[in-house]
């Protein structure tokens, strides 16, 4: 079964700093039918200014992704961890038992990304974060794993995270095709481009939901970036 969420459909909020659309209900965005997507809990689309960002703040007993379309966005937390993750690279960030970060735009241009949120599969961790730097190049017959806390991937350089999801994401060429395993059930987000869902249109910043399905087949319409979330129920 698939269902597509237009990005016009979306919640939204601009603030000025930060123009964001919302895949499932946040701050001051609420929408009873788009409370999660079993154990994915947020997904934000984010549009971030120069020299903006998020304050130092609180999280704990969540995993926090975030993959970086365009710009840079930098790290900071209280563990004393940081970092710059560039367009196409990937963060993570368990919160576990408790953890203080911020996230600004240090770049000269606006910063894009996605900020993701999946629920542990285990509570009170250490808190930890890490990034990974991933080509850019289109990819050949699947899409790279990116992330991931499967015991069968963990030799497979994903970034890891605490619950039995996988992400992957990648960069296809004008027409060309491929098929996807799916596990669990899956979210796919057109991170830039145009796509075809199993016959159906999708454009940048639509969310598309897949239940019920043990593969989905890709096609770019226009060379596009694909993300795939792979989540428990």
């Given at each position: 079964m698939i269902n597509i969420y237009p990005l016009s459909t979306l919640g939204h909020a601009n603030h000025g700093w930060l123009d964001t659309h919302y895949h499932f209900s946040f701050a001051n965005y609420f929408n009873k039918k788009r409370m999660h997507f079993g154990q994915l809990r947020v997904i934000n689309d984010d549009s971030i200014k120069a020299g903006a960002g998020f304050d130092m703040h609180r999280h704990e007993n969540m995993e926090i992704i975030t993959f970086v379309r365009s710009g840079a966005i930098t790290h900071q937390?209280?563990?004393?961890?940081?970092?710059?993750?560039?367009?196409?690279?990937?963060?993570?960030?368990?919160?576990?038992?408790?953890?203080y970060h911020s996230e600004f735009n240090l770049e000269s241009e606006t910063t894009t990304l996605f900020q993701i949120w999946i629920k542990p599969n285990k509570k009170d961790v250490t808190p930890r974060w890490d990034m990974a730097n991933f080509n850019a190049q289109i990819v050949q017959d699947a899409l790279p794993l990116l992330v991931s806390g499967r015991g069968e991937d963990q030799d497979k350089g994903a970034l890891f995270i605490h619950q039995d999801a996988a992400i992957y994401g990648g960069k296809l060429a004008a027409g060309q095709v491929i098929t996807?395993?799916?596990?669990?059930?899956?979210?796919?987000?057109?991170?830039?481009?145009?796509?075809?869902?199993?016959?159906?249109?999708?454009?940048?910043?639509?969310?598309?939901?897949?239940?019920?399905?043990d593969t989905v087949t890709i096609k770019a319409t226009d060379t596009a970036e694909i993300i795939l979330i792979d989540v428990p129920a």
């Open positions: 937390d209280s563990k004393g961890n940081t970092g710059r993750t560039k367009a196409g690279d990937v963060q993570v960030m368990s919160a576990g038992s408790g953890i996807h395993p799916i596990k669990d059930q899956a979210y796919i987000l057109i991170s830039k481009g145009h796509a075809d869902i199993d016959g159906h249109a999708a454009a940048q910043g639509d969310g598309i939901e897949i239940t019920q399905q």
